[in-house]
């Protein structure tokens, strides 16, 4: 399948229809060192990345390829090419590879994130808690209700009886996901406003006193929108790979457990 310079993939279904498959030798190396399948991913991401016009390669990008590596500069990364025998346009190709992948993706799939992100939309939900745990399940109702009569603040409440980590945050907990909370906290939670003292929450043997102090929906932000176009990436990713292994399998290219 040709490919035009500065147009994206005419097919991206296709793409796994457009990678050359690795020779017999080659083959049976990559699949004797379980590297089979991180070569396939490779040249399918290649294909994305040759898609559109290559980003220009300038010092900066270059620097900044060498601190990925961990070399200090660019004489370093050019002992670094030397070493791998590699040209000056294959180490540009190397270092320019993340934003190409990028900008193809961008291209790509853009569109499809506002609306995948309303489907997600409530695992990026956050909360602040107070937050206080106890083991004896009398003593949390105890608790619960001299909370409820404002008999006792939180703050006093973790300092006489919540564990070390309760006392070193001062039971505030948050801002945090609320897929990144128990499942059964994150339902409750949910359900009650800021402001809601819960009864104890029976959580690993452990009695959770929880006040819900602050509630903040998700907004699309930037790091979110990277996140949801990396997951259509991967998503296309996975079902290319799925194709090009059946592509694979029907050459009739026999792989066997030893390194040719």
Known sequence: MGQDQGTVLANPAEAWRAVTLPGPDLLQELAATDLLETW??????????????????????LVAFANRLGLPDLEAL???????????????????????????????????????????????????????RVQDADLAMELFFQLQEHALDFGEAVRLHGDEADRRSRGLVGPVSIAKLHPVMAQVV????????IPPLD?????????????????????????????LRNRWLGEQL?????????????VTSEAA
């Open 242 to 254: 799925g194709q090009l292994r059946q592509r694979l399998s029907k050459a009739a290219v026999p």
């Open 203 to 231: 959580i690993g043997g452990m009695q959770h006193l929880v006040r819900v102090e602050a509630f903040e929906a998700a907004q699309l932000t930037e790091a979110i929108r990277q996140q949801l176009l990396a997951e």
């Open 40 to 61: 396939l991913q490779r040249q399918l991401l290649e294909q994305l990345a040759g898609s559109l016009q290559r980003p220009v390669c300038d010092a900066d990008t």
């Open 78 to 132: 050019d002992l670094w090419r030397d070493q791998r025998l590699l040209t000056l346009p294959q180490l540009e190709a190397l270092a320019t590879f993340p934003e190409a992948v990028a900008q193809a993706s961008e291209t790509l799939w853009a569109d499809q994130v506002p609306s995948l992100f309303l489907e997600r939309r409530e695992r990026y939900d956050s909360v602040t808690l107070s937050l206080v």
């Open 190 to 197: 949910r359900r009650n406003p800021p402001g809601s003292l």
